[in-house]
């Protein structure tokens, strides 16, 4: 499109100020002024952008790519402007997010895995380098307004307390405005958020119906339309980021009612089902073959009518959370559209930051927090909580087979960054107002890093060179604009590295060689092999869905991609290869930043609140005291002096009728509970907890005094310890437990105690046991 000449120096960011030349008398009333500075805006016609990007969603899955999940926005959207058939991400959140929202490659950018699981070696730090400046950044430097809603997984985790530092929050990745949460996940009814910097409270309870999609859009309504009305002229980068589709997988219950029914016929003729549609909606070639399903994912008729009541119960559940999310984006494109707003907004629909979730394994689970220490739950676990899935009590996520399913026609799943099925996602853009192609197919092949200079091009900002005083690093992606008026266009991304935990690829001007090194759920009878001794596959450019391994014919070819995969890794921060999973979560074993930086006991205040596990001590699989300097008034002293985690997963320390409590919460699936013998009266009081951990592995049971001014006052056994991660997101309390509680018997609201705290002290004994055993044992494996 045709601009008008633009003066300004946008290679350096922020944009020098240009000072106008004027006279300078001694009275100020004898001058004549010079022209008042003009705002900053971007060059004339740059758009407003919403980026939208849904979590944990396969290629399959929508019905703009030929799923069964009613998805009508992102069906508008294609119909209105273009589909892309290859577009692809890093096959995990972190890493896509990051790589999204810089143009870079996730290693380049630090991001080679979740935060939770960063190290010391550079491409897995978790902390993007100032060399590396955002879109936001940019773009708020070039006079765009900038809001982020939602997820956003990319804040270091060890930085997410209020002590920071904040560079690396969404405020310091160059958003003027941030309304969500920083977590892997989230409860979509009870969420932990923040806007800006400041947590805040959800705006309505469960009961008053609030959900967090509905919540998010409503929060993106609100900020374009006030700056609709004080700064029309001014175009704004939407980012909303929505949790869903992310377990849990939380719905409102009439949402799971539409589809009641709708997958009796199992994942394996969905998978048939899908493909055809597929080659109908013409986003596969018609001669595209339906790949094979892993030995690891039983076939549909071999599981009991139980497993299959409790599989299709969780993809029903999964199905109505993708519509309703859906709905939201349309509500939005609904009031821009009234707004007269959006043929003047580029939208970007990215359906997945990484293929469905198969992580719950082949029997899914009623708590996501289970799988995540390793522990599968049984279909007999399931079938008493089947009327809760969905809802607030539950974490459920769906079974492999259905996430299979929803990555049809490809291999594999989230985290296998070799297989298509893990990295390929649909996306969707509409722009009327900058190009005429409606209805129309993309081909060529795309990466999520191009995303930022598409943005760039069509905005007219070129990339920055010097952002805040630092050379940029060149932006690694390539701008699809090329394809807006031109869909036979040849492809301009002809090479591209794929890795994750092992898991790796790449393709090169159609080929694709590819190695499967690690197993995306928990199974004990999966021996993951050396990275020196994986087996690599190869596919040919006549092989749209990777379903014919050719290694053995081409051995030559295979050998060169195997070269130019080391090639790329070496230029990314790829090397060296870490396959480590779980043992991550603990910072000693990782490398990464501790907040404790070596010391083994914190003192905590009233009101310290949603303290991330990686911010404060780590009380897992170790000996550890909790002391607290209590006031109690003359009613019976009740609710929480601290908690860590929640419903699905935590411990907390409490007064219930008087009497110190404590109770460990084992992933959702079991309260123990120690109690003191009798009540703690008026007065002054120091209370502890005493952990005494048994050792000889991860996940083990200790043995609890509980004490009050230096004298026992109950004591009891706690079998088994949650072993890896209580929560993403749900942090611990002070003198309340917020979110989904651990335990529901504290009696007052909140969990807020009733008497007066001074201070809490946790003590981890210094020689704490970090077995990590627990990373290649589960402890419920289906029979």
Excluded at 732 to 748: Q, S
Aim: aromatic residues 10%; negative net charge; hydrophobic residues 35%.
């Amino acid at each position: 499109m045709e601009r008008k000449a633009d003066t300004l120096n946008r290679f350096q960011l922020p944009i020098p100020e240009q000072r106008q030349p004027h006279e300078t008398p001694m009275d100020a009333r004898e001058a004549t002024p010079p022209p008042p500075a003009a705002p900053l805006r971007p060059p004339a016609g740059a758009p407003n952008v919403l980026l939208v990007l849904i979590d944990d969603m396969g290629f399959g899955t929508s019905s703009a790519f030929g799923g069964p999940c009613e998805m009508p926005a992102a069906e508008r959207v294609a119909r209105e402007g273009l589909q892309f058939t290859r577009f692809h991400t890093t096959a995990l959140c972190s890493p896509t997010r990051q790589a999204l929202l810089t143009g870079r490659n996730h290693h380049t950018v630090n991001m080679g895995v979740i935060t939770e699981l960063a190290t010391s070696i550079p491409g897995y730090t978790g902390l993007r380098p100032d060399t590396c400046a955002t879109i936001a950044q940019t773009l708020k430097m070039n006079g765009y307004n900038t809001g982020a809603f939602g997820k956003m997984h990319q804040t270091p985790a060890w930085e997410t307390s209020p002590s920071g530092p904040f560079d690396h929050w969404p405020i310091g990745d160059g958003f003027e405005k941030f309304y969500g949460f920083l977590g892997g996940d989230t409860n979509q009814f009870a969420p932990q958020l923040y806007d800006g910097v400041t947590p805040v409270e959800t705006p309505k309870t469960v009961e008053e119906g609030y959900h967090l999609s509905e919540d998010l859009v409503d929060q993106v309504i609100s900020w374009t339309g006030s700056l609709q009305g004080l700064s029309p002229d001014k175009p704004w980068f939407a980012y909303l980021a929505f949790g869903a589709t992310h377990a849990p997988h939380h719905v409102p219950t009439e949402w799971i009612e539409r589809y009641r029914g709708r997958f009796d016929h199992g994942h394996d003729r969905q998978r048939e089902i899908t493909i055809e549609r597929q080659k109908e909606l013409g986003v596969i070639p018609r001669d595209a073959e339906l790949t094979e399903p892993t030995d690891l994912i039983p076939p549909w008729d071999d599981l009991t009518d139980d497993d299959r009541l409790v599989s299709r119960t969780l993809m029903e559940t999964y199905a109505a959370f993708a519509s309703h999310t859906d709905h939201q984006v349309g509500r939005l494109l609904d009031v821009l559209h009234d707004r007269g707003q959006l043929d003047d907004t580029l939208v970007i629909y990215i359906l997945g930051d990484n293929g469905a979730s198969a992580e719950a394994g082949p029997y899914g689970t009623f708590n996501e927090i289970a799988y995540q220490n390793n522990v599968l739950m049984t279909t007999d676990d399931m079938l008493p909580h089947l009327d809760e899935i969905g809802g607030p009590k539950s974490f459920n996520h769906f079974t492999s087979g259905w996430a299979h399913a929803m990555n049809t026609p490809y291999q594999w799943s989230k985290a296998v960054a070799s297989h298509w099925g893990g990295t390929r996602t649909g996306m969707v853009m509409r722009w009327p107002g900058g190009f005429e192609a409606a209805g129309e197919k993309r081909h060529q092949f795309h990466h999520v890093i191009d995303v930022a200079p598409t943005i760039l091009e069509i905005a007219g900002i070129p990339q920055p060179q010097i952002v805040n005083g630092i050379q940029q690093r060149p932006i690694e992606g390539v701008s699809f604009a090329y394809l807006l008026a031109d869909g036979d266009a040849e492809d301009r991304h002809r090479t591209q590295y794929f890795e994750l935990a092992g898991n790796r690829g790449i393709y090169h001007e159609g080929w694709s060689a590819v190695t499967m090194h690690s197993l995306p759920w928990p199974d004990p009878s999966w021996v993951k092999p050396s990275l020196y001794d994986d087996t690599w596959e190869l596919y040919g450019p006549d092989d749209w869905t990777q379903a014919r391994n050719i290694a053995d014919q081409e051995p030559e070819m295979l050998r060169r991609l195997q070269d130019r995969f080391l090639i790329e890794a070496s230029k990314y921060n790829v090397l060296p290869l870490d396959d480590r999973e779980r043992e991550r979560f603990d910072a000693r074993v990782a490398g990464r930043p501790d907040m404790l930086q070596g010391r083994t006991t914190m003192t905590l205040y009233p009101g310290m609140a949603r303290l991330n596990e990686n911010t404060v001590p780590n009380v897992k699989n170790t000996s550890f005291t909790v002391t607290a300097d209590v006031s109690i008034d003359d009613r019976p002293a009740a609710g929480a002096i601290i908690a860590q985690g929640g419903a699905f997963g935590g411990w907390s320390l409490y007064f219930l009728e008087g009497q110190l409590t404590y109770t460990h919460n084992w992933v959702g699936m079991e309260l123990m509970t120690v109690g003191a013998d009798q009540q703690v009266g008026a007065g002054d009081h120091t209370v502890e907890l005493r952990f005494d951990y048994d050792g000889g592995g991860a996940g083990k049971g200790g043995n609890v005094t509980l004490s009050c001014d230096g004298a026992p006052i109950g004591s009891g056994r706690i079998e088994k310890t949650v072993p890896g991660l209580f929560s993403f997101d749900d942090g611990l309390d002070v003198g309340r437990d917020g979110g989904e509680p651990v335990v529901e018997e504290y009696g007052v609201p909140d969990g807020r105690f009733t008497g007066t705290i001074h201070k809490v002290v946790i003590d981890v004994a210094p020689g704490a046991q970090h077995d990590h055993e627990m990373l290649v044992r589960a402890r419920y494996i289906k029979q």
